[in-house]
Antibody, heavy 119, light 111 residues
Framework: EVQLVESGGGLVKPGGSLRLSCAASGFTFSSNNMNWVRQAPGKGLEWVSFISSSSTYKFYADSLKGRITISRDNAKNSLFLQMNNLRAEDTAVYYC????????????WGQGTLVTVSS | QSALTQPASVSGSPGQSITISCTGTANKDVGVYDYVSWYQQYPGKAPKLLIYEVSNRPSGVSNRFSGSKSGNTASLTISGLQAEDEADYYCSSYTTSSTLVFGGGTELTVL
């Protein structure tokens, strides 16, 4: 069974940093592109970042570019999102999602981890 | 990147069919690639993939859900509406900037 489990969320002050993790199991992690998607409270989905299976390609949403870094460790079946200089508008549930077909379609999602940016 | 345009809400009675539209930006996203997806989301839950690459259904998704595209507009049709279909629906599309854009979401009410 495919499982994605996010962790690392929490309360952080504006300007602070967080590193989110996503532990993958039940599939060949190293063969799949992965993404982060977020959802602010009561709002819609917003794509955050993409990383290809071997980390060759990384793409970021314009709204976050320069403040986030996506990475992965295929040996540990893990995906990461380093977020710096956090702002109140970054408050959201952050999901990791698997992209098995390479067309930015996400067939499996984690349960999400909540990031709250507040003083 | 501007969000794709979806109606904020749609409604229908059990057994009816409804269609949710998703309009992109010319030469940027929906009309350029066949990488349009649709998701269903219940409150407090993670999204579920319904349709990928415009019209393909993942294994396990009911054939009551179908997708199509014409020009810059994609559509999700739900036939034989059921009470359990009441949820939020989101479209997404790959873009010419190698990014992904979502629609603003559509709340479906089953009357």
């Amino acid at each position: 069974e495919v499982q994605l489990v996010e962790s690392g969320g929490g309360l952080v002050k504006p300007g602070g940093s967080l590193r989110l993790s996503c532990a993958a199991s039940g599939f060949t992690f190293s063969s799949n592109n992965m993404n982060w998607v977020r959802q602010a409270p009561g709002k819609g989905l917003e794509w955050v970042s993409f990383i290809s299976s071997s980390s060759t390609y990384k793409f970021y949403a314009d709204s976050l570019k320069g403040r986030i870094t996506i990475s992965r460790d295929n040996a540990k079946n893990s995906l990461f999102l380093q977020m710096n200089n956090l702002r109140a508008e970054d408050t959201a549930v952050y999901y990791c999602a698997r992209d098995p077909w390479g067309g930015y379609s996400f067939d499996h999602w984690g349960q999400g981890t909540l990031v709250t940016v507040s003083s | 990147q501007s969000a794709l345009t979806q109606p904020a809400s749609v409604s229908g009675s059990p057994g009816q069919s409804i269609t949710i539209s998703c309009t992109g930006t010319a030469n940027k996203d929906v009309g350029v690639y066949d990488y349009v997806s649709w998701y269903q989301q219940y409150p407090g839950k993670a999204p579920k993939l319904l349709i990928y690459e415009v019209s393909n259904r993942p294994s396990g998704v009911s054939n009551r859900f179908s997708g199509s595209k014409s020009g810059n507009t994609a559509s999700l049709t739900i036939s034989g509406l059921q009470a359990e279909d009441e949820a939020d629906y989101y479209c997404s599309s790959y873009t010419t900037s190698s990014t992904l854009v979502f629609g603003g979401g559509t709340e479906l009410t089953v009357l």
